[in-house]
C-alpha cells in the first residue's frame, strides 16, 4: 500500500497566554466553569502575528526536520479558516517565506478537519504526480479574529496557532475517511465581510439559513457541535480503520481535534478505546482549529509520546460540519 511518511514536523506557539482567570475579566465566567466542562487552562493568542507569519514559522521548522532542501517542495496546502487575504492564498506567502517557489500552491477550508483534509490530499497528489518529490501541508489560524469577545460559551474555547508536515509518498499502511454534513452549516460559522457593492439594491433576498447573529464574529451552537463531535470523532476513526480491516485498537496514539476534553473522553468511551491512547494538549492551547492536530502530533512526535513505527490516528471534526480520520504508520 502506499503510505504518507511524515519527514518532519514544526509548530508555532504565540508567546501571548491567557489564562481562564484573564478570559473571567471580560466575560462572565470562572476558571472552574472553563476547567470542568472543557479542560482548557491557557490559550496563546497571536499579538499581531499574521496566519501567515505564524504558518511559515511552523513550516521552516519542518523543514529543518525534515532535513529537506525548500526548492524540492512541490506540494503546499495550507490549511486555514482564518486567511490574511481573500487573495493571495496563505500558501503563496509561505511558499515567498520559505523560498519553494514553483510548488502547486493553494489554500483549502474544511474548519478544524482541514488539517487532514489536506494530508489525505497530499497523499492524492503525490500518488498521482511522480514529479512532486514532498508535499507542506500546513495549517495556521488567527482564530482570535472571529472570536465573539461577548460570547462567553464560545470566546473561552479559542486560541491561535500553526503546525506544519512535510511528507512524502512511501510503502506502509495508510487509510482515511473523510465528508461532511451540509446540513448542520447553521450550527458554527463566520461569515465573510458583507459586500459593499453600491448597486445592490436587494441584500436580504437570498436567505442563507443562518441564524441572525453579530456578523463576521464566529457563531457557534455548542450544544449542536457537542452532538455532532462525539458521533462524528469515533465514526470517522472507525470507518477509516473499517476500510482495511483493521482493529480500532490496534491504534498506537490517536491524535484528535483538540476541542473539548468531554467530547475525546466520550469518543474514546464510545470507541471501546483507552484514553490513555488519547494524546490532548488543549488545555495548553485551547481550540486552534485547522492548526490543533498537526500542534499536538508535534507536540506527542517531540515529547516521544509518538515513536516510528507507531500507528497513528488523526481524527477531527468542524464547522461544516465536517469530519476526517486519517490512520498510518509514523
Ligand atoms: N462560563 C460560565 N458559564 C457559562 C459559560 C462560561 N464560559 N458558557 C456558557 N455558560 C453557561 C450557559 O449560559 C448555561 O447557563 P444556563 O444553564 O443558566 O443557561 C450553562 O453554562 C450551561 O451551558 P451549556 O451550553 O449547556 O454548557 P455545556 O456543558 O454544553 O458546555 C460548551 C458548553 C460550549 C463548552 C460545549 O457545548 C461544547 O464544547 N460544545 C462544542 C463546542 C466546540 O467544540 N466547538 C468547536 C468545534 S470545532
Excluded at 459586500?195 to 447573529?213: A, C, H, L, V
Aim: proline residues 3%.
Amino acid at each position: 500500500m502506499q503510505g504518507l511518511k511524515i519527514l518532519g514536523t514544526g509548530s508555532y506557539t504565540p508567546e501571548l497566554t491567557v489564562t481562564n482567570d484573564d478570559m473571567a475579566k471580560i466575560v462572565d465566567t470562572n476558571d472552574e466553569w472553563i476547567k470542568t466542562r472543557t479542560g482548557m487552562s491557557v490559550r496563546h493568542y497571536n499579538n499581531g502575528e499574521p496566519s501567515w507569519y505564524m504558518g511559515t514559522m511552523a513550516s521552516k521548522q519542518a523543514i529543518e526536520a525534515a532535513g529537506i532542501s525548500p526548492e524540492d517542495i512541490g506540494l503546499i496546502i495550507d490549511t486555514t479558516i482564518t486567511p490574511d487575504f481573500h487573495t493571495p492564498s496563505t500558501a503563496c506567502m509561505v511558499q515567498r517565506e520559505i523560498g519553494a517557489i514553483g510548488s502547486i500552491a493553494m489554500d483549502i477550508n474544511a474548519a478544524c478537519s482541514g488539517f487532514v483534509y489536506g494530508f489525505d490530499m497530499a497523499r492524492r497528489y503525490l500518488m498521482t504526480d511522480e514529479s512532486i518529490k514532498y508535499a507542506l501541508v500546513v495549517a495556521n489560524e488567527d482564530l482570535t479574529k472571529l472570536v465573539d469577545f461577548q460570547d462567553r460559551g464560545s470566546c473561552i474555547l479559542f486560541g491561535d496557532g500553526a503546525a506544519a508536515v512535510i511528507v512524502e509518498l512511501s510503502e506502509g499502511m495508510f487509510t482515511s475517511f473523510i465528508g461532511a454534513d451540509g446540513n448542520g452549516t447553521k450550527y458554527l460559522f463566520a461569515r465573510a465581510a458583507v459586500p459593499q457593492n453600491p448597486f445592490i439594491t436587494d441584500r436580504k433576498k437570498y436567505s442563507d439559513g443562518m441564524p441572525e447573529g453579530r456578523d463576521q464574529y464566529l457563531f457557534q451552537d455548542g450544544r449542536e457541535v457537542y452532538k455532532f463531535a462525539t458521533k462524528a470523532l469515533p465514526n470517522a476513526a472507525l470507518k477509516a480503520a473499517e476500510k482495511i480491516g483493521l482493529d480500532i485498537n490496534d491504534v498506537d496514539v490517536f491524535i484528535p481535534h483538540q476541542a473539548n476534553i468531554r467530547i475525546i473522553e466520550t469518543a474514546a468511551k464510545n470507541m471501546g478505546v483507552s484514553m490513555d491512547k488519547f494524546f490532548v494538549n488543549l488545555h495548553e492551547h485551547g481550540n486552534t482549529s485547522s492548526a490543533s492536530i498537526p500542534i499536538a502530533l508535534d507536540d506527542a512526535i517531540r515529547t516521544g509520546r509518538v515513536k516510528r513505527g507507531d500507528k497513528i490516528c488523526l481524527v477531527g471534526f468542524g464547522a461544516g460540519l465536517t469530519y476526517a480520520a486519517a490512520i498510518f504508520e509514523y
